[in-house]
């Protein structure tokens, strides 16, 4: 340490001279460092010492204490240097936490991974994340920390105080409990799948128990029984049971499957006896159906085939028992066979049968036909042979020709029961004339029965009685209303009212005398003829109205063609590709009440015509339909995609499509009425259900900005206030500044009015406090400055006494440090001077200005040996030039001392040129 004391040989001290730092040994420093009262002597101390074995001992003091922290840091300086290894420096067994913490400062994660394992005592690693010195190492301890007690301890003594340590033990604290929230869901899940074996195990076997007992062992199979054995056992014990309940139904099933299987093979071979049985008889049967004749010998043959087949049955019914169906049908089948030859004896053959049918319509011969043929209905229709289809051909037409005859009569039986009944609603009404016709029908229609009913002879008898009783009556009660009828007519003779209402009441005198002459014609001759004479002259005066009404009708008739024409030309003309519909709807309405206002037309002429119209108005409404067809899906199809707005998370932008699907709805055009009013009910309730979302998401979004303003307020108000509070230095400040700058970005989005004014008055906070900061930052660097050039100046002149103290009291870089503290004898003083003289130059041009005439060489010579070492013109390399150059001029330690004072003047005058540039 020769360097410092060399420094410091100019000074004098009257009294007992210590002995400096930088002389004394190790040894004399570990005192100092252990019983120096001031903290910075004892720091200073530590970091002079350069055995290792000294600094292990006082970092391993475990006191907590600035020397140990000291010791510590420089024992991490010594690792990063590669001064000594971390493996030397931990040989001696040191504490744990000492080395844990040597580690984080080396920033060496190698060795951090070698320790961090042997940290196995929650106590200790509980002390290091509450106590360690620095934060990454408390971070650390934290994070290697798996009691949950320790866990919750430190989290209770960090809230509020250390964040980061905090969060980890809260994060640390949420994982173990749902660790332990999740153990707790796996056994609980567990124990219901045991439960529900063993609840399976505990039932008998039933159709749903391998289904069940499949499904369970599945899950059983998946599930992880390991850390809950005797949920394991239990299961597997209720699996095992649950299997062997199968097993012994699996060997019972096989068993009676093996039994089924014998019983089938015995049946199948009863079975296939019975059905040759069966077919024998069938081909027997066919045998004597295709007889030509039937005689005796038959019918004994037949007779024992019986017998005999009836026998080989009941013998294979010992072997096997028939079902209760086959003895049934067998029984039936043999039954039919001895039928069938009893009625060939007696009636010959089917072939005989048919031909004395043919012969004779005798009723009998149908009957004997039709009895043979049932006993054959055990033949399926496919085994009928042809004399047997002969036969039942000539049966089938038989019965159609009796069955037409008895529907004949008993059509014929109906209507004249309905005639007799409207023939007496007839006389009941005193309607004679319409009972009279009623009457000629009922005889029209008797003589075509062959045989009368005594029933229906009685009914008609007794119409007879009650419609000469209408006659007798009606020619005694008419003859005075007629007359009143006659007096009616001839009054209206000459009358001045309405044509119209004349002609109508004309028409209805007529209309009685008609309803009066019903029945009873050329009756009352001579009333009648004064009757007609009256109308004739009552209706004289209606001939000429009725004869204008009908030139009207015949106008509108034509006015309606015309219209039908135009019409037409107007469907022809209009382009059905590009319509406007609003004129074709129009249309529709102004033809409907033109047709309407031609009326009144002749009902006749005008059918053709109103035929015409409908067509052309149908064609045109069409059209129409099938745009509104068109607008009305258009419009469901709006609903729809309103609809599933509803489900958008974006109301704004869900609001906002709702919008455009609203004018695509104005431009849809309008469908029918009654639709057009239901689809926009829907549509508009849609529609209003959104914007009501909107308005719903609006608050709540505008109280959200609401908070969020208040907090970006609050960090701005405490940010404002910050900048003139001169009670907090720059770096506090800074430290303030950034957690300010965290809680202000992190408030969230601001309500867009005041959001660019916080957010200008913030950053011209900011750019305030910044500028405080640098203000105080660059006047320290100043004063720093301006110390060290009072030290150099002292140390060049040796005017002054510099000691090691005023040194590193300096906030200059530690190699700017080491440049005060270098040999004087290092190099010659012309040399020094040379280069203070070149130092002038160099900082001269990366100032900027000029340097004396007499320089102008050396300046271009330095200039141009900067251009080929590749330095140009960017600021930030002329910045790191001339922090290098200040660094080289500290160096400077034996210049001539005439010269100084003009070199350190010219230095100084650049220095402050080259700053202003920069700023």
């Known amino acids: 340490m020769a360097v410092l004391s060399k420094l410091f040989k100019s000074g004098k001290n009257n009294g007992t001279q210590e002995v400096p730092l930088a002389q004394k040994t190790d040894e004399q420093r570990k005192e100092t460092a252990l019983t120096a009262s001031d903290t910075r002597t004892r720091v200073e101390a530590i970091q002079l010492i350069e055995e290792v074995a000294i600094l292990k001992e006082l970092a391993f003091k475990s006191d907590h204490s600035p020397v140990e922290v000291t010791a510590r840091r420089k024992l991490a300086d010594l690792v990063k240097s590669g001064s000594v290894s971390f493996s030397e420096m931990s040989a001696s067994n040191p504490p744990m936490a000492a080395l844990f913490e040597i580690a984080i400062q080396c920033h060496s994660p190698e060795d951090l991974a070698n320790i961090i394992p042997q940290f196995n005592d929650q106590t200790i690693l509980e002390d290091l994340a509450l106590n360690g010195a620095i934060a990454q190492l408390r971070q650390v301890s934290a994070d290697q920390i798996t009691s949950q007690e320790s866990l919750e301890r430190i989290a209770k003594a960090t809230k509020g105080k250390d964040k980061s340590v905090f969060r980890i033990c809260k994060d640390k604290l949420d994982k173990i409990k749902a660790q332990k929230q999740e153990v707790e869901q796996k056994k609980q899940a567990l124990t219901q799948q045991v439960e529900s074996l063993e609840k399976l195990a505990s039932n008998t076997l039933n159709p749903q128990f391998e289904i069940k007992f499949k499904a369970l062992s599945d899950q059983w199979q998946h599930a992880q029984t390991d850390t809950f054995p005797k949920l394991k056992k239990r299961g597997d014990e209720a699996l095992t049971y649950c299997q062997s309940v199968l097993d012994k139904a699996e060997a019972e099933r096989l068993a009676a499957k093996e039994e089924q299987e014998q019983q089938e093979q015995r049946v199948h071979l009863a079975n296939t006896t019975r059905d040759n049985l069966i077919t024998e008889l069938h081909e027997k049967s066919i045998e004597l159906i295709n007889l030509p004749s039937f005689e005796e010998s038959h019918y004994q043959s037949a007779l024992d085939f019986a017998d005999e087949i009836t026998?080989?049955?009941?013998?294979?019914?010992?072997?096997?028992?028939?079902?209760?169906?086959?003895?049934?049908?067998?029984?039936?089948?043999?039954?039919?066979?001895?039928?069938?030859?009893?009625?060939?004896?007696?009636?010959?053959?089917?072939?005989?049968?048919?031909?004395?049918?043919?012969?004779?319509?005798?009723?009998?011969?149908?009957?004997?036909?039709?009895?043979?043929?049932?006993?054959?209905?055990?033949?399926?229709?496919?085994?009928?042979?042809?004399?047997?289809?002969?036969?039942?051909?000539?049966?089938?037409?038989?019965?159609?020709?009796?069955?037409?005859?008895?529907?004949?009569?008993?059509?014929?039986?109906?209507?004249?029961?309905?005639l007799i009944r409207k023939c007496q609603w007839a006389i009941q009404q005193g309607h004679l004339r319409q009972a009279t016709g009623i009457e000629h029908s009922i005889e029209e229609k008797m003589s075509q029965l062959e045989q009368v009913p005594h029933s229906l002879t009685r009914q008609v008898e007794t119409l007879l009685e009650s419609l000469n009783k209408l006659r007798d009556w009606q020619s005694y009660a008419v003859q005075p209303k007629k007359e009143a009828l006659v007096k009616k007519m001839e009054s209206l003779v000459g009358n001045d009212q309405d044509p119209e209402a004349l002609s109508k009441t004309i028409r209805k005198l007529q209309d009685d005398w008609k309803a009066l002459s019903k029945g009873g014609q050329n009756q009352h001759q001579e009333l009648w003829d004064r009757f007609h004479e009256a109308a004739q002259k009552a209706y004289e005066p209606c001939k000429a109205f009725f004869n204008e009404q009908s030139q009207q009708r015949k106008q509108n008739l034509k006015k309606r063609a015309e219209l039908v024409e135009q019409l037409n030309k107007l469907f022809d003309v209009t382009d059905w590709g590009n319509p406007v519909w609003n004129e074709v709807e129009q249309t529709l309405h102004v033809a409907r009440n033109e047709w309407r206002s031609y009326s009144p037309v002749e009902r006749a002429a005008n059918k053709s015509i109103q035929k015409d119209f409908d067509k052309i108005i149908e064609a045109f409404q069409s059209h129409l339909d099938g745009h509104f067809q068109t607008v009305k899906d258009t419009k469901?199809?709006?609903?729809?995609?309103?609809?599933?707005?509803?489900?958008?998370?974006?109301?704004?932008?869900?609001?906002?499509?709702?919008?455009?699907?609203?004018?695509?709805?104005?431009?849809?055009?309008?469908?029918?009425?009654?639709?057009?009013?239901?689809?926009?009910?829907?549509?508009?309730?849609?529609?209003?259900?959104?914007?009501?979302?909107?308005?719903?998401?609006?608050?709540?979004?505008?109280?959200?900005?609401?908070?969020?303003?208040?907090?970006?307020?609050?960090?701005?108000?405490?940010?404002?206030?910050?900048?003139?509070?001169?009670?907090?230095?720059?770096?506090?400040?800074?430290?303030?500044?950034?957690?300010?700058?965290?809680?202000?970005?992190?408030?969230?989005?601001?309500?867009?009015?005041?959001?660019?004014?916080?957010?200008?008055?913030?950053?011209?906070?900011?750019?305030?406090?910044?500028?405080?900061?640098?203000?105080?930052?660059?006047?320290?660097?100043?004063?720093?400055?301006?110390?060290?050039?009072?030290?150099?100046?002292?140390?060049?002149?040796?005017?002054?006494?510099?000691?090691?103290?005023?040194?590193?009291?300096?906030?200059?870089?530690?190699?700017?440090?080491?440049?005060?503290?270098?040999?004087?004898?290092?190099?010659?003083?012309?040399?020094?001077?040379?280069?203070?003289?070149?130092?002038?130059?160099?900082?001269?041009?990366?100032?900027?200005?000029?340097?004396?005439?007499?320089?102008?060489?050396?300046?271009?010579?330095?200039?141009?040996?900067?251009?080929?070492?590749?330095?140009?013109?960017?600021?930030?390399?002329?910045?790191?030039?001339?922090?290098?150059?200040?660094?080289?001029?500290?160096?400077?330690?034996?210049?001539?001392?005439?010269?100084?004072?003009?070199?350190?003047?010219?230095?100084?005058?650049?220095?402050?040129?080259?700053?202003?540039?920069?700023?």
């Open 311 to 418: 026998q080989k049955w009941q013998e294979s019914e010992k072997e096997q028992p028939a079902t209760k169906s086959d003895i049934k049908a067998f029984s039936h089948i043999n039954t039919e066979y001895s039928a069938m030859a009893v009625t060939l004896k007696e009636y010959g053959s089917i072939k005989q049968q048919i031909e004395k049918t043919q012969q004779s319509n005798d009723p009998k011969n149908f009957d004997h036909l039709d009895q043979l043929i049932h006993h054959l209905d055990f033949l399926d229709v496919s085994d009928r042979p042809d004399i047997l289809i002969q036969a039942q051909e000539l049966l089938q037409k038989h019965h159609k020709e009796l069955s037409d005859a008895r529907a004949h009569k008993q059509s014929l039986i109906r209507q004249i029961r309905g």
């Open 636 to 919: 469901l199809a709006l609903i729809e995609k309103t609809k599933a707005l509803l489900n958008e998370e974006n109301v704004r932008q869900a609001t906002e499509n709702a919008k455009l699907i609203q004018e695509e709805w104005k431009k849809s055009g309008r469908t029918w009425r009654k639709d057009e009013q239901e689809l926009w009910k829907k549509f508009r309730s849609i529609c209003d259900d959104l914007f009501a979302r909107r308005e719903e998401k609006n608050k709540a979004f505008r109280a959200e900005l609401d908070e969020h303003l208040s907090a970006a307020m609050s960090a701005l108000e405490s940010l404002e206030s910050l900048v003139n509070d001169e009670n907090k230095s720059s770096s506090e400040k800074q430290r303030l500044l950034k957690e300010l700058t965290e809680q202000f970005n992190s408030a969230g989005q601001l309500p867009r009015q005041q959001s660019d004014k916080v957010n200008l008055r913030w950053k011209e906070a900011v750019n305030k406090l910044n500028q405080a900061i640098k203000a105080e930052k660059n006047q320290a660097v100043l004063n720093n400055w301006l110390k060290a050039e009072a030290i150099l100046d002292s140390l060049v002149t040796g005017q002054s006494n510099v000691v090691e103290k005023d040194i590193l009291e300096l906030k200059l870089k530690p190699v700017l440090k080491e440049t005060l503290g270098r040999n004087l004898n290092a190099k010659s003083r012309e040399d020094q001077t040379a280069r203070a003289h070149e130092y002038c130059v160099l900082a001269e041009a990366l100032a900027g200005i000029d340097s004396p005439a007499e320089d102008e060489a050396l300046r271009m010579d330095l200039q141009v040996k900067r251009l080929k070492a590749g330095i140009g013109a960017d600021q930030s390399i002329k910045q790191n030039e001339f922090e290098t150059l200040q660094e080289n001029w500290f160096s400077l330690l034996s210049v001539d001392s005439e010269k100084w004072p003009g070199l350190k003047q010219r230095f100084t005058a650049a220095k402050t040129a080259y700053e202003q540039a920069s700023k």
